[in-house]
C-alpha cells in the first residue's frame, strides 16, 4: 500500500488529534510501520490543532510531516497555512462548511465536503471529522475495509461506546458523499 | 511474542519503568512530559507503589536519592528547566554512587524558553549535570520502542555500575505515538545492593551513604576510583546505530528526534545517488568513539545535524580527532529542521 | 563497680567533634537513647543534613543517609516510601531546615509524611561561622548581621512549630531545650514521643530543640545557656504545639 503522510489540521475540539489516531491504529492493526505526532501548544481548548500521521512498509523517519501527500483542513487557517506545502499529486480533503475560499492550485486533487454541515443535518454534530475520514477512505484507501472499522473500536474506550454507531455513520456519510 | 500497541512516547517511558521494577516514582509537572507523570498516578497506586507530585523538582529528585539509598529502583522525569534544578540531587546521587533513573523530555531553552522540541540540553546531560568530577549514563532513543528498551536498560546499567542514568528525549519523541511491544516484567533481584541504608536488622556494621569526605585525600581516591569505573563504563557501553556509512562519503551523525530527519535526508539523498550515511548515537554518555573513529577512516566529511546551535559536534569533532572535516547543521528554539534542509546540507557537501 | 551511666549502644564509640558547650552532644544521646529504648536501631534509617551535624553519619550507629542542603525531608520522604517499616528521622539546623528547606520542611509536614524530625535551633549558622540564621534574633549580632538583625531588612524570625502546627498533616509539634536536668528530661520523652508516633504511623511529628553555639556567640558554654534562657525562649516559648494524629481536626 502507498506511504501516507498526513497532515491533519484545524482548531481545537474539532477531533483533529482523535481523526488521526484512528488511521495510526488502522496502521496499526494491518501490521504497518507508523506515527502520530501532535502539535500542542500552551492551550488547553480553541487553539490551532493539527496532526501529522504517517503509515509505511518502511521505518518512518521524521514524524513532522512538513510536505503531506494528503491534508486534510478544518478550518480556513489551516487551508492558508499548509495548501502550498502539499506534495504534487497529493489530496487535499476540506470541510467546506466552514472553508469557502477556493483552493488555487492544479497539481493537487482537492475534495470539498460539507463536513460540518452534513453532520449537523444528520444529528452527529461535532463528527464532520469522521465524515472527512470517511471521504479520506474513499478517495486514498488507505486501509481496508474492515481496519478502519476495528480501528474505530480501537480508538473509542469502552465507557464511550455510545459514540461506535454515531462513528460509524459519519464516516459512512462521508464515504457517500 | 508479546503485541504490539500503540503508545504516546511519555507514556511508555513510564510503563518501561514499572515493567523494568520501579515502584517509586517523584515527578513535577512541566510540559512536554507530564503525560508520563500523569500515567504514573493511574498505575502505581494499583501495583502497590509509590507516586508522589514533589513541592518542586529539587524536592523529587532528592526522594529518588532517598528511595536510591533505601535500595529501591526509583525514577524521575521532567523537562529541560525543571532538568537544572535536579542538577543538585543528581551531582549527589553521583557521588554518593547512587543508581536511579532521570528522564529529560527536552524542551527549547535558555531560561523558560519554549515548549516545543529541542536537543539544547546535550552538554547540560554529558558535562555540566551538577557540580563536581562525575558522569552519568546518558541514553538517547529515537524511537518510542527504542525508549522502552532503553528504561530498561538504563535501570540495569544504572545499578550495575552505582551511577544515575538519563534518558535523553524531546517533547517530539514525548508527544509522538508509534507502534510498541513492551518487554516481559524485569528481574530485579538480580542487583544486590549490600550498601543500601535499608535498616541494618542488627546483623551488619551500619550503612552510610555519603559524598562528603573533607579529607583532599580521601576524596580524591574516591573520584580516581570512580574514574577507573568510568572507564569500563567506556569500554563496554558505547552504543550506537550504522545506516548506510560503509560505502557513505558523507555521513550525517544525529541522535534522537533529529536523528530521524537526519534518516529521511539520507534515504533522499540515496535517491538521488548521493553517497550517504547516518551514525547515530545511542549513548551519549559514553559518547560512541570507536564507532565514528573507524568511520572517519573512509568517511569524507561529518556532518553533525542537532536540534541546537551545536554541543554534540564538539564530540564528534573530537572522536574522529580532526582528521575530516565535521560541518553542522542546526536548528534551535524549538524548530525541528526538515528532511529537505538536511539534504541541501549533505548536497552542499558532495 | 556496678555501671550507673553510660551511652547508648546506638552511638557508635567516634569521638564527637562538637565545640565545648555545644548541646549537641547532648540532643543526640536523646535521639539514641529513644532508638535504643524502642528497639528499633535495626529498623532506622537517619537522615543528616548540611551544617554542624552533618557528620552525626558517623555517630547514630544506625543506618544513614547524608542530604543535600535544605533536602533532608525529601530524602526521608524517599527511605520512608520506599520502605514504609523502616523508621526514618532527619537531624537538622536551623538553616537547613527554615531557609533553604522550608519547602521541603513544609511540604512533608502538610503531606503527613510518617517521619520524625529532630530540628535543632541555635539561632545562627555554626558551621560555616556564624552568619543570620532564618531563627536569628531581632538586634542578634552575627558575621552576617554586623549591627543586629534589622527586622526591617533582614526580617523577622521564623516561629518553625508554631508555623507547621497550622498544618493538618502534623501529628506532633513540640518546642523543648536541654538548658536543665529538667528540661532535659522534657526533651527525652519529646523525642521518644516523636519516634513512637512513627512507629503508630501518626504521622508528621517535629521536635524542636533550642540549642546553643557558644563559639559563634561569643559567649562561654554557662554564659551561653543563660542567652538561651533570656533571649530565645521568650521569642520561642516551649511547649506542645500540636499533638494527635494527622488530620485529627478535620473530623
Known sequence: MKDLNMLLAGFGGQGVLFAGKVAAYAGLIEGRELSWLPSYGPEMRGGTANCSVCLSDEPIGSPLVTNPNVLIAMNRPSLEKFVNDVEPGGVILLDSSLIEIPVEREDVTVCRVPASKIAEENGLSGLANMVLMGKLFEVVGFCKEETLDAALQKCIPARKAAMLDLNRKAIALGRAS | MAEKVLMKGNEALAEAAIQAGCRHFFGYPITPQTELAAYMAKRMPKLGGTYLQAESELAAVNMVLGAAAAGVRAMTSSSSPGVSLKGEGISYMAGSDLPAVIINVQRGGPGLGGIQPSQADYWQATKALGHGDFQILVFAPSTVQEMVDLVALAFDRADEYRMPAMILADGMLGQMMEPVVLPEAHDVAAHEKPWAASGHKNERKHNIVNSLYLTPNALESLVVERYKRYEIVKANEQRAEEYLVDDADVVVVAYGASSRVARSAVNKAREKGLKAGLIRPITLWPFPVDTLKKAARHVKQFLTVEMSMGQMVDDVRLAVECKVPVSFYGRTGGVIPTPKEVLGEIEKLV | MAVVFQKPSTLTDAPLHYCPGCTHGIIHRLVAQAIEELGIEGKTVGVASVGCSVMCYDYFS???????????????????????????????????????????????????????????????????????????????????????????????????????????????????????????????????????????????????????????????????????????????????YKDGVKGDRLK
Open chain 3, 62 to 240: 544506625c543506618d544513614m543517609v547524608q542530604a543535600p542542603h535544605g533536602r533532608a525531608q525529601a530524602v526521608a520522604t524517599g527511605l520512608k516510601r520506599a520502605r514504609p517499616d523502616n523508621v526514618i528521622f532527619t537531624y537538622q539546623g536551623d538553616g537547613d531546615l527554615a531557609a533553604i528547606g522550608t519547602a521541603e520542611t513544609v511540604h512533608a509536614a502538610t503531606r503527613g509524611e510518617n517521619i520524625t524530625v529532630i530540628f535543632v535551633n541555635n539561632a545562627i549558622y555554626g558551621m560555616t561561622g556564624g552568619q543570620m540564621a532564618p531563627t536569628s534574633l531581632p538586634d542578634q549580632i552575627t558575621q552576617t548581621t554586623p549591627y543586629g538583625r534589622d527586622v526591617n531588612t533582614a526580617g523577622y524570625p521564623v516561629r518553625v512549630c508554631e508555623m507547621l502546627s497550622t498544618l493538618d498533616g502534623v501529628a506532633l509539634a513540640q518546642r523543648v531545650t536541654v538548658d536543665s536536668v529538667k528540661n532535659v528530661n522534657i526533651a527525652r520523652k519529646a523525642i521518644k514521643k516523636a519516634f513512637q508516633n512513627q512507629i503508630e504511623g501518626k504521622g508528621y511529628s517535629i521536635i524542636e530543640v533550642l540549642s546553643t553555639c557558644p563559639t559563634n556567640w561569643g559567649l562561654s558554654p554557662v554564659d551561653a545557656l543563660k542567652w538561651l534562657d533570656e533571649n530565645m525562649i521568650p521569642y520561642y516559648p516551649l511547649g506542645v
